[in-house]
């Protein structure tokens, strides 16, 4: 893995695992970086050139007087693609990224050829049924996330959303969970103004006071998806992807058994597995492409 920077209003750091043909953008959620995806995507390169942006304010990507929102992470995504000027991408998100993804397909349908989305954050109903709320609808779950991110090292903060995202820490690869600690340790040297934890986790809280407006947007897009949630999942219920299934019952759905909300952490050669089969049945224009 190579990496390099990109001017989108500022330097974004991109990952760059190589490979030929086709693009395949990997989009990391809240916290994460393009550490996640280490163990997926040298995977993916079966497939095409794989890049992981880290997006502004996260991993070796700063804040530069930039937003972190999920408008302005849409944004950064989109002009990326356009630099690389390369033909319809293949987007795959977790979380926060999959919830990027979405935007991206939905406002720019002829740049995107499909999506993986890994427990999408995608709360398409209001949170009055107890059954599909997910964290971020929890007012004491939400002080928690912040107090910790304000209050202590971002290592402190990293093991925190590592114990709420993974249903088996002890399943991360060794030399992911070093990546991941290793750039937490990089971010602990810059100011708070350089971090977009809080605006973006500000503006998910947002996206959950506007379901039909969300609904609108998935029902309206026109490229294959597959859909992927652990069974173990402590952010996205359930219930989320049984609403999701019900607008999209067109998308491939798959089962994660026994795996938390960051299925790429501790399931990294099942992930790639199941995006790279998916792919080779549903995305065959996208796969012949040069």
Not at 34 to 52: E, F, K, Y
Not at 242 to 259: F, K
Request: glycine share 10%; proline share 8%; with cysteine.
């Amino acid at each position: 893995m190579r990496s390099w920077l990109v001017d989108i209003d500022g330097p974004v750091h991109v990952a760059d695992f190589g490979g030929t043909g086709p693009t395949v953008i990997l989009l990391h959620g809240l916290g994460g970086s393009h550490a996640n995806w280490l163990r997926v995507g040298a995977r993916l390169t079966r497939i095409g050139r794989v890049l992981c942006p880290d997006l502004p304010g996260f991993g070796r990507t700063r804040l530069a007087g930039r937003d972190s929102s999920l408008e302005a992470n849409q944004d950064v995504v989109s002009r990326l693609m356009d630099v690389l000027g390369t033909p319809p991408a293949l987007l795959v998100g977790n979380s926060m990224g999959a919830t990027i993804a979405l935007r991206v397909a939905a406002a720019r349908p002829r740049a995107v050829a499909g999506l993986a989305l890994i427990a999408p954050w995608a709360p398409l109903v209001g949170p009055a049924d107890p059954g599909m709320r997910t964290i971020l609808q929890s007012p004491a779950a939400v002080s928690a996330l912040l107090r910790t991110q304000r209050t202590r090292p971002p290592a402190t903060t990293l093991r925190h959303l590592i114990r709420l995202g993974c249903a088996r820490p002890d399943r991360i690869p060794p030399e992911v969970l070093s990546a991941a600690t290793r750039i937490a340790h990089e971010r602990a040297s810059l100011s708070r103004a350089e971090d977009g934890f809080g605006p973006a986790l500000a503006s998910l809280m947002e996206y959950t006071r506007r379901p039909a407006v969300l609904r609108a947007m998935v029902g309206g897009i026109e490229v294959p998806a597959l859909v992927m949630r652990g069974t173990r999942d402590r952010v996205v219920p359930a219930g989320i992807i049984d609403s999701l299934r019900g607008i999209r019952p067109d998308w491939t759905y798959h089962r994660l058994e026994g795996v938390g909300h960051v299925p790429q952490f501790e399931a990294p050669e099942e992930v790639a597995r199941i995006i790279i089969d998916w792919a080779l049945t549903k995305l065959i224009t996208f796969l012949s492409a040069t």
